[in-house]
């Protein structure tokens, strides 16, 4: 629906939305009316480049002509379907992203902090089952970010952040360890933990990629201690990174491995994928859903991994995203550019990245500020060069005009 088939102003349109919705967004101030490949537009026509892409949802474009003809026509058949007769789109899109990444089994939710919680919920089950009562507790990352849902919230190793603060006490089990320092993560493990859960490359943190030393490192580590490691990729997953997943770009495999966000299309869906062994863990009753596996949401999916392939996207993200990187290095004020694929983020000294980001907006271009500091970009996987040097010369002007 367009503004235009409403009645309403824009200005009406944002009155109604102050007055029955419960804010907790910093509101960019326009209205997004419609949205095609890397432009969203305004009730104006006017675009905006788009490097922000429904927070790296939009990956194969906005409204992607397949995955839209994908939606239509699962919409005509059956719109919703409980999760007790077989489903033609579920069963086929589990089959798609089981044999892409090579994992045993998978579980569908709603959303990337659904897939964090069913994977704490796993993991936790497998240990209690599998080693006692007291093994359910989890490693995970300082200024790691898991979700909003108390599980995931709990995760999250942010404690000043604003989606901890508030809530009372949180849920138990869960300690935190520096990001990229094995030794700590080692040191921060006991008799009593199941489980290490980390994001490849960590996103509200700051966009900082785990190394290769890390990661490997907390492989060997899982395996030596009758430990799994869990892979938050809600963010990462599904070419953004590359590959795949970004734990391809490690050349591990992880014991459970979460997503959502860019493997709808779009539409609303997340996952959490396991192996064989630690799939067991959920058994009848254990776990459930209502939306969870929507076959117009894996109807979606399926397209948009169609998508991917065919049009090499992963390829694509690591050969673009490491010309963007380049190209941002040049720019003024940076104190560091870093990212994996097209996961980038840009570390300004001496700017403030919310005003870089409001600057970046009047000039039509859709980024996002993590605190005071960075600036993260997460642009469809479908961009280019020509793409990325037009980005790149309004976060100049936006970066020179914050300076001033």
Known sequence: MKLKDTGLTAAELKEKASRYIIETYERFDFVADSAKGIY????????????????????VGNCNEHVVKAVQQQAETAMQLFNYPYSVPQTLLAEKVCTTIGMDKIFFQNSGTEANEAMIKMARKYGVEKYGANRFNIVTAANSFHGRTFGSMSATGQPDNACQIGFGGMTPGFTYAPFNDLEA????CTKDTIAIMIEPVQGEGGVNPATQEFMMGLRKFCDEKEMLLLLDEVQTGWCRTGKYMSFMNYGIKPDIVSMAKALGGGMPIGAICATEEVA??????????????????CAAALAAIEEMEEKHLADNAARVGAYFMEKLKGLPHIKEVRGQGLLVGVEFDGVNAVEVKHKCFDRKLLITAIGESVI??????IITEADCDKAVEIIKDAVEEAAV
Do not use: E, Q, W
């Open 280 to 297: 067991k863990a959920f058994t009848s009753g254990s776990h459930g859903t209502t939306f969870g596996g929507h076959p117009v949401c």
């Open 40 to 59: 969203v537009y305004d009730d104006n026509g006017t675009p905006y480049l788009d490097f922000y892409a429904g927070i790296a949802v939009n990956s």
């Open 376 to 381: 993260r970009m997460v642009p469809p996987l």
């Open 185 to 188: 993560f080692k040191a921060a």
